[in-house]
């Protein structure tokens, strides 16, 4: 089964930009649709943004604008640039399908401080 590595997160002033990478250790380039997802401390895992096979995006309302999906798939990545963040984008930040999920990364920590 592939496996997710994300990387990229850290702590940064509000503002700020991150770029987020999630690396796959088998090919995604059969995988319809690839998602971003954060998990802030005593919240549920919400879906940010997705990319499907044909470079199609969307996006949860809150970073419309401010957040790009981006993906490789001839280097089996998925990538998140974050611009302009905000303290509550502050969470842990994972990589999966869209749908029929598999096994999840440890993620990526973003602290965006005020």
């Known amino acids: 089964q592939v496996q997710l590595v994300e990387s990229g997160g850290g702590l940064v002033q509000a503002g700020g930009s991150l770029r987020l990478s999630c690396a796959a250790s088998?090919?995604?380039?059969?995988?319809?649709?690839m998602g971003w997802y954060r998990q802030a401390p005593g919240k549920q895992r919400e879906l940010v943004a997705t990319?499907?096979?044909?470079?199609?995006?969307d996006y949860k309302y809150s970073v419309k604008g401010r957040f790009t999906i981006s993906r490789d798939n001839a280097k089996n990545t998925v990538y998140l640039q974050m611009n302009s963040l905000k303290p509550e984008d502050t969470a842990v930040y994972y990589c999966?399908?869209?749908?029929?999920?598999?096994?999840w990364g440890q993620g990526t920590q973003v602290t965006v401080s005020s």
């Open positions: 999966n399908k869209a749908s029929n999920w598999i096994r």
């Open positions: 088998g090919s995604i380039a059969s995988i319809n649709a």
């Open positions: 990319i499907t096979s044909e470079g199609s995006t």
